[in-house]
């Protein structure tokens, strides 16, 4: 097995990949129109060769017998602290077990450790019982949980952390919106967007009612989201992808 840096030409390995993957986890829990639909909206060809170019990602792929038979992806998110988020980590399902899951996670923390984050993340859907299970066996911990919307259903989501680089101080940001409200956002709390970080905002200072996203790029609270979670702010246009179920196979 080799490791090696995607390039453009991995493209097509890299979405049948996930999609033999996201069926392996999912096929059980999620409708097969569903995953298919997840895989266009989110391993779009374009879209993909675009996160492999953005010298800001980490993008690794895993060669066996000279297919990939794996990849993974992960960017830095600042907050009040650097953290390494990651995106994708799929294994094709006839490749499990067998090490590459570890090897490949192993390249993204020293990857990201490179580039000084405080620490790497990654979620995870509950149903996906492999892939809850490879992140404990890695050492992270869990530190959340939440109900995500994927379509028309409902899913529960673990976010896992571990700490792998120096200490950073997480605060929160209070704000008053355009129509005069108060808004508590929690800078720990992000998604990744094409121009800055989108930022969980909440309607209370104890976090217990979830107001929306402030946009980290015009400091504002107009954003939209559709109905597969892709967020978008109607005033500057910064954007997220829809989202992914999770970071791990």
């Not at 999609?19 to 879209?47: K, P, Q, R």
Request: include cysteine.
């Amino acid at each position: 097995m080799d490791l090696r840096a995607a390039t453009a030409e991995d493209v097509g390995s890299i979405r049948e990949v996930a999609l033999a993957s996201l069926s392996a986890s999912y096929g059980h829990a999620v409708d097969e129109a569903l995953l298919s639909e997840a895989v266009e909206n989110w391993y779009g060809a374009d879209d993909v060769g675009e996160d492999i170019a953005d010298p800001d990602t980490v993008c690794p792929v895993a060669v066996v017998d000279g297919e990939v038979v794996a990849f993974a992806e992960s960017y830095v998110v600042d907050r009040r602290e650097r953290v390494g988020e990651i995106d994708w980590l799929h294994v094709h399902p006839d490749h499990r077990e067998s090490g590459i899951g570890s090897a490949l996670l192993e390249r993204v923390e020293a990857e990201l450790r490179d580039r000084d984050v405080d620490s790497v993340e990654g979620k995870v859907l509950v149903d996906n019982e492999a892939g809850t299970a490879f992140y404990e066996r890695e050492g992270y911990e869990l530190s959340g949980e939440r109900v995500v919307d994927i379509g028309d259903e409902r899913f529960q989501e673990r976010l896992y952390r571990k700490r792998i680089g120096r200490d950073g101080t997480l605060r929160e940001g209070i704000y008053e919106t355009a129509d005069g409200e108060t808004v508590y956002v929690a800078f720990d709390e992000s998604e990744r967007g094409s121009k800055a970080p989108f930022y969980v905002a909440y309607a209370d200072a104890d976090h217990e009612s979830r107001y929306g996203y402030f946009c980290g790029n015009c400091q504002g609270t107009n954003v939209a989201i559709d109905t597969m979670d892709a967020v978008e702010c109607l005033d500057c246009e910064n954007r997220r992808k829809a989202a992914r179920w999770d970071a791990a196979y």
